[in-house]
């Protein structure tokens, strides 16, 4: 436990920077005071859903190959999607 204090402005300014970058106030204050960059990257929302959907098409192939219903994988359909994620994040980034 620690305590301190600080005035209602400062906290308040912590507290929305915090709430931006999606984190608590307590992981915030540390990764602050341990000299962590913290980077809040906005649109991400679209890139984890299409990560989710290129992930549960590779399983379904993976699935489909074990079984032994498929043995050619033709995987430039998720090569495709993965560069589009991929750019996607480099846009990001400049």
Known sequence: M???RMSQ???DRIQHKAEQAGMSMTGFITASALGKNI???DGLDKVIVELKAIG???NQLTILCNMGRITCLDLTEIKSSFGTVFDYLYERME
């Open 2 to 4: 620690f305590a301190m």
């Open 9 to 11: 402005p400062d906290y």
């Open 56 to 58: 549960k098409n590779l």
């Open 39 to 41: 980077v809040v990257v």
